[in-house]
């Protein structure tokens, strides 16, 4: 655990904030690199990096909240911190985020579908990268357990995040994992996709299941969280298959 990573001068470079940066760049770069393939204009990407990173950090702390409630009952001005790391929720991000890119989409007349797909390559990309943020900052961290790759946290570090007091499963890890499979996967078939939009809907479905599984590893303060977490992944599964299944009917074919 280190959460700060150096200093320059007066000011303190913070691990979760570097590594958060970083994955939004590494997104970029890989959108960037989708959509020159496909022929658009890909410095677009820069105004919806800036649109989903507004959007994502307003959806991801709303979804937290509902996740959270009881933490805000009585003190519910604590909603607008949103510079609490251990406060965002991915799936809220993901939705705000992407509605905002949406927006600036329409707004430049480009193909929702071509620009989504890049967001599938690119989403699980800064996701890897974030979650190192994550392990090094401490947050985001596991149930209790005995395994043998168990991680430890400092007592006091600990205290304060409100960890059990012994090691805990390295959750950021676990899905640091999942995430690099999922780009391997999605970069392995994606040219064999027909319609626009099914880098998108794939890339939901195979997050959903891995975040469906990391729920039964992720410690939460409020104990209904990991159900309302588990149940939200089974919504996106469905949602994004039903899509796929209908696709010839709700997505442009690709030319």
Excluded at 4 to 14: A, D, K, M, S
């Amino acid at each position: 655990m280190r959460p700060e990573l150096f200093e320059i001068g007066p000011i303190t470079v913070h691990a979760y904030g570097f590594f958060l940066a970083l994955a939004f760049i590494v997104g970029m770069l890989v959108s960037f690199w989708y959509l020159r393939r496909q022929f658009m204009d890909a410095y677009v990407v820069f105004e919806l990096v800036l649109a989903a990173a507004v959007g994502g950090i307003i959806g991801a702390r709303i979804f937290y909240v509902v996740g959270h409630w009881s933490e805000f009952s009585a003190s519910w001005w604590e909603i607008f911190k949103f510079w609490n790391v251990q406060g965002l929720v991915f799936y809220g991000g993901f939705i705000v985020g992407v509605l905002a890119a949406v927006a600036v989409i329409r707004l430049r007349g480009l193909s929702i579908g071509v620009v989504l797909d890049s967001g599938g390559l690119a989403v699980p990309a800064a996701l890897a990268v974030a979650r190192v943020g994550c392990y090094l900052n401490g947050c985001c961290f596991g149930k209790s357990s005995g395994l043998p790759w168990a991680v430890s946290f400092p007592p006091k570090t600990q205290m304060t995040m409100g960890m059990p007091p012994n090691p805990v499963h390295p959750t950021q890890i676990y899905e640091i994992i999942l995430d690099l499979a999922i780009l391997v996967i999605l970069l392995a078939v994606y040219k064999k996709f027909r319609y626009r939009g099914e880098i998108m809907l794939t890339f939901i479905m195979l997050y959903a299941v891995a975040r469906f599984v990391l729920e039964f590893f992720r410690y939460h303060t409020a104990s209904s969280a990991n159900l309302f977490f588990q149940l939200l992944s089974v919504a996106a599964f469905a949602l994004a298959g039903l899509a796929l299944l209908f696709r010839r009917r709700l997505l442009p074919e690709a030319r």
